[in-house]
Each structure stands twice: as structure tokens, then as C-alpha cells.
């Protein structure tokens, strides 16, 4: 009886429709009319279709689906946040390894660029589902695994968006890249994490337009909070690399060049934002410093060793910006004494107050004097940027994005007028050099900011001013014309406007139009022309308030003087005229000051 209920006695009409594969068994179940309802409904739950494709080995089919279950629409923006059922997205993530790493290759030839792009989408999903849990610790895992390209940009994101969490959280994110990804480039197949922090080092710098559209009453603030998140990103650089990771101590020799070399571009950038005279710290120069005090205590041989970053040039120029930047937080903390104590009644103001400013207004002198003063190893001097055989043909560019600022501290926002007006004033700065030197000048509103300006000036590089050992100490043509900008001393220009800047780079330009490298001797002779001679009139400042007191008559009473008349220095080719009448202004105060002082003393003696 059980033969002839068998298949081979079946009508062939019954014969020919039942399925005769599996693939057309799984068709069958899902539209078959004689299909029970909950068999049919059971076939399309996600976890039975992707049974079935696995089955069948409908591996393309397969990576449709997850991508369909797993990753955003087209028309979603939000990229940094995932889409479907964690447990999906999970699911989909390690079933890719699984299949990148298990299947044979011929068998994956069929469909090896769908196994890439779209596992690639998956991973990164499931990457940034981690990141939204706060397992950053994970990410790298996973992040190991994607395109190069798209490795860096999940990083980048990461680093960014994880800018002011907590040094826990931020090491979190750092160690996972060190320990999954290598360092330097070389492996294809994989991005690096020297790739990851030039990229973060390079947004950081970027002008944000989101925090320029804001109107507030002080707009420097804005520009203030800038410099901190810039300032804040060196940190990155400044984490210890896990030991167990291959060159562990060369990686951390590395980060430090690499920390000190952004440092100094900040640096010049910072400095040239704080030569106003307020009580305000800048406050991101400080946390640079404080970033890498601890890593420059440890031996720096290893560090020395590396040729490719001038690190001793680097290391030179930080011991200079740490020097400055010392003497800039004692003549603001001076600053605030004078302010206070100026509030106060002369009647009422205690001797103890009195002293506690006399000892701050010394101490600023002392240091500032120290660095003004230095001979084998002038301030910011002794740079090379470019080997002696460079050869003429070569062009120096110098750009940047800046602000035009009143001496109010208020912005001013910038129109064509204003844009053509500076454009004339700047060309008509440099005089008869501007035809030699072929000075081209171009200035622009920034796109998508009303109240920035991209100013880019361009001009010949000739022996002295570019090419050679003898590159000017002053920077040269361009740091020349645009210092005369920044201290709001151009002619034919607004009078009292000034050029406020957030970003500065200098290049040598090839012939063919191409930067091919930095020139930072333009940028360090502009922040020499901008800061010597604010430091030293601040030190006139204060002298003055030193005339008053016993011993202050005849203390530094010559120094800055001659300081500034020495031909050997050459201090004064740092100053503009304004600065110069400011000077002389300056120190005829502090000589009637001086000589009030002496008279006072004369009669005090004389009636005692």
C-alpha cells in the first residue's frame, strides 16, 4: 500500500507541479494557494529569508536584503544615526565578516563588489550604532574592515563629535584606533591613523560658518571659543600609543612632532588674535602649552632622531612661543591688578595692594626684557624653509581668512566696496616693490559667511626673501604688507580698521601654480612684526606705573631705549610709524613721571 501512494504512481498533471529544486520549493511556499496562511506568513520573517538565501547560496540577494533591513534610505541625511533593529544591524555586521572571510574566492568573484560595497555600508552602520552606545572601544573592530576612505571619515566624525567628552572617552576612541588599524600608510586595503589625525588637524583649523552667524555684543568671543576647539584637537597627538602595538615608541615619538609642528602653526595664529591689551588669557594657547608639558619631560632622543618634521626647528620655535606666551600672561595678570586697583581711591588703596602690583609690574619686565634681549638666539629668528639650491621662478603665497575689526573690538561687515578698497590699500603698501615683486593681492567675502574675508596675496620669491639661507628674519615682502593691515595702519584705507585673522598659511608656489611646501618664515616674520613691538611698548606701559615708587625711577630706565636704537637688533624696522610716535608718547610719560617722582622725594627730604 506504501508503494502505491508514492510519487511514481501520481497522476503526471499532480507530477508537474511540485517544485524540483529547493529554490523553487521556497517560491512555492511563499505564493502557493495551498500553502497554509501561517507558512506563507512564517516565509517572509527576516530570519527565514535570510535561512532560505543561505540555502540556496543567493549570496546577492542575500546583501540586498540587509541593506534594504539595515542601512538609511537614500533620502535620509542622518547618517550619524543607524537604521533598522540593533539586533539586525549586529546580525548583518558579523554575517559579512563571516562571508569576507569564509567563502572560497572563486565563489566570491560573482559577486565581490557588491560584497564590498554594501558589507561596507553594513559595517559602518553597525560602527556608528557602537559609537551612539558609547562602546567606542569596539569600533575599530569593525572600522578595520571598511574602505580606507571610509574608515577615515568614521573616525573624523568620531573625533569630532567626542572633541570635549572626557580624556576616558576620548582615549577610548584613540586606543581602538591604534590597535586596529596601523599607523603609517602602506597596507591598501586599510586606512591609517596618520591619515585620521591630519584630517582632524586639518578641519580644526577650518572656520566653522555656524559660529560666525551668531550676532552677540562681543564677536571675538566667538572667535575665542574657536582657538579653544582648535587647541583642544592637539590632544589627540598627545595620548600615549598602547604598548602592545608594534614601534609603540616610535609611534609616540611621532604624535609629538607631529603635535609640536600643529602647535606652532596655532601658535602664530593665536598670537596674532591676542595682541590686543585686555585682562583676556588666550586662553587656547595655554592649553597647547599645558597638552605637551607633560610629554616634553620624557627623554627626547627618539624624537630628535626623525627628519621628516624639523623637529629641532619645531622644538626651537615652542621653547620661543612658551617663552612668549609666559611674558603675555604676566603683563595681562599686571593688567588686571592695575584695573582693579584703579577702581579703588589712591586714599583708600593699602600698601599691600600697592606692592602686589609693584611685584607684577617687575616680574612682566623682567621676562619680557629677558626674551627682547636674548643675542645668539633672537626671538623667532634662524628659520629655513626651503634648501639652498631653490631655484628663482618661485612664488611666495600667503592667504588666510580674516575680519575686519574696529579699535572698538566690534566686527565690520565686509562688502564690495570695503573688499576693493583693502584690495588698493594693500598693493599700494608695498610701493614701488609691487611691480618688481609682481604683487598680486585678491580679496573675497567668504562663501556662506557675511563676515569673513579670504585674502590671499601672491608675489616672486627672489634671494633673501624666499630662496636661500638668507631668508628675512621679517618675513619678508608679504608679512610687511599684511602687518600694516593687522595693525590697522594701512593708508588710503578706513582709519581704525583693522584685519583680525583665524587662519594663516604661507606656501612656496611652483611654477606650474602648485603649493609645494610651507613657508612659515612669512608667517613667523608677520607675528615678529606684530608682536616685538606690541610686547615692548607693553613694557613701556608698565615701566610707567613703576616711575611713582622709590626705586622704579632709575630701574629699566635705558634698557628698552637702546634696546630699540641698536642697529645690531634691528628692533626698529619691526615698528610702524604709529607704533614709533606711541613709543617716544610712552617714554616722555615716563620721564616727567620720573622726574615728578624725584622732585617729590627731594622735598620730602629736604623738609625732613
Not at 554 to 566: K, M
Request: glycine share 6%; proline share 5%; charged share 25%.
Amino acid at each position: 500500500m506504501e508503494g502505491s501512494s508514492g510519487p511514481d504512481v501520481w497522476p503526471r498533471q499532480v507530477l508537474d507541479q511540485q517544485p524540483r529544486d529547493i529554490q523553487t520549493l521556497f517560491q512555492k511556499l511563499h505564493s502557493g494557494d495551498l500553502v497554509p496562511e501561517a507558512v506563507c506568513r512564517g516565509c517572509k520573517e527576516q530570519h527565514r529569508q535570510i535561512e532560505m538565501n543561505l540555502m540556496v547560496g543567493d549570496v546577492s540577494h542575500l546583501l540586498d536584503l540587509l541593506r534594504a533591513w539595515i542601512t538609511p534610505p537614500s533620502n535620509d541625511n542622518t547618517g550619524s544615526r543607524p537604521h533598522g533593529h540593533p539586533q539586525m544591524i549586529r546580525f548583518g555586521a558579523h554575517l559579512v565578516l563571516v562571508l569576507r572571510h569564509i567563502l572560497p574566492d572563486d565563489v566570491k568573484d560573482a559577486f565581490q563588489e557588491k560584497l564590498q560595497l554594501i558589507g561596507d555600508l553594513i559595517l559602518n552602520t553597525y560602527a556608528i550604532f557602537l559609537f551612539t552606545q558609547r562602546r567606542e572601544e569596539l569600533v575599530g573592530v569593525y572600522a578595520s574592515q571598511l574602505a580606507p576612505y571610509l574608515c577615515v571619515e568614521l573616525y573624523v566624525h568620531m573625533m569630532e563629535l567626542r572633541l570635549n567628552d572626557s580624556v576616558h572617552v576620548k582615549y577610548k576612541i584613540f586606543r581602538s584606533a591604534m590597535e586596529y588599524l596601523p599607523f603609517f600608510p602602506g597596507e591598501a586595503s586599510k586606512g591609517c591613523v596618520s591619515e585620521i589625525l591630519d584630517r582632524v588637524l586639518m578641519r580644526s583649523r577650518e572656520v566653522k560658518p555656524s559660529t560666525r552667524h551668531v550676532k552677540t555684543e562681543d564677536p571675538g568671543e566667538q572667535h575665542r571659543e574657536g582657538c579653544l576647539e582648535k587647541a583642544t584637537t592637539v590632544q589627540w597627538l598627545c595620548f600615549t600609543p598602547p604598548s602592545t602595538i608594534s614601534d609603540s615608541e616610535l609611534v609616540k615619538a611621532e604624535l609629538l612632532a607631529r603635535a609640536l609642528q600643529h602647535s606652532n602653526i596655532l601658535f602664530r595664529e593665536f598670537a596674532l588674535i591676542s595682541i590686543w591689551r585686555t585682562t583676556k588669557m588666550p586662553v587656547g594657547a595655554h592649553m597647547l602649552l599645558s597638552y605637551l608639558a607633560e610629554p616634553l619631560k620624557q627623554p627626547t632622543e627618539l624624537l630628535l632622531s626623525l627628519e621628516h618634521h624639523n623637529v629641532s626647528e619645531n622644538l626651537k620655535e615652542f621653547q620661543d612661543w612658551r617663552e612668549y606666551y609666559a611674558c603675555d600672561a604676566l603683563y595681562r595678570n599686571w593688567l588686571k591688578i592695575e584695573m582693579d586697583n584703579e577702581d579703588v581711591s589712591p586714599i583708600e588703596l593699602s600698601s599691600e595692594e600697592r606692592e602686589k602690583a609693584a611685584v607684577a609690574a617687575r616680574q612682566a619686565l623682567n621676562a619680557s626684557l629677558s626674551l627682547l634681549e636674548r643675542k645668539y638666539t633672537p626671538w623667532l629668528t634662524g628659520i629655513q624653509d626651503m634648501p639652498q639650491d631653490t631655484i628663482e621662478g618661485e612664488w611666495l603665497e600667503l592667504d588666510g581668512i580674516a575680519m575686519f575689526r574696529l579699535s572698538s573690538g566690534d566686527c565690520l561687515q565686509p562688502d564690495a566696496t570695503a573688499c576693493t578698497a583693502l584690495t588698493s590699500a594693500l598693493y599700494a603698501c608695498a610701493g614701488e616693490l609691487a611691480t618688481e615683486r609682481q604683487l598680486s593681492v585678491d580679496i573675497s567675502i567668504c562663501t556662506g559667511d557675511e563676515y569673513c574675508i579670504n585674502v590671499v596675496l601672491r608675489c616672486t620669491a627672489l634671494k633673501g626673501d624666499g630662496i636661500g639661507p638668507c631668508t628675512a628674519e621679517d618675513g619678508g615682502l608679504l608679512a610687511s604688507v599684511m602687518a600694516a593691515a593687522f595693525k590697522g595702519e594701512l593708508e588710503h584705507f578706513e582709519e581704525g580698521v583693522a584685519l583680525e585673522v583665524f587662519q594663516l598659511d604661507a606656501s612656496y608656489i611652483n611654477k606650474e601654480g602648485f603649493r609645494e611646501a610651507p613657508a612659515k618664515f612669512i608667517v613667523q616674520g608677520l607675528c615678529r612684526r606684530c608682536c616685538i613691538p606690541e610686547l615692548i611698548l607693553r613694557c613701556m606701559q608698565i615701566r610707567i606705573s613703576l616711575a611713582d615708587l622709590p626705586d622704579g625711577v632709575h630701574q629699566f630706565h635705558n634698557e628698552l631705549v637702546e634696546l630699540i636704537a641698536s642697529p645690531d637688533s634691528g628692533l626698529h624696522r619691526l615698528f610702524s610709524q604709529q607704533q614709533l610716535q606711541e613709543f617716544l608718547l610712552l617714554e616722555r610719560e615716563f620721564c616727567i613721571r620720573s622726574m615728578e617722582a624725584e622732585e617729590e622725594s627731594s622735598i620730602d627730604a629736604t623738609s625732613y
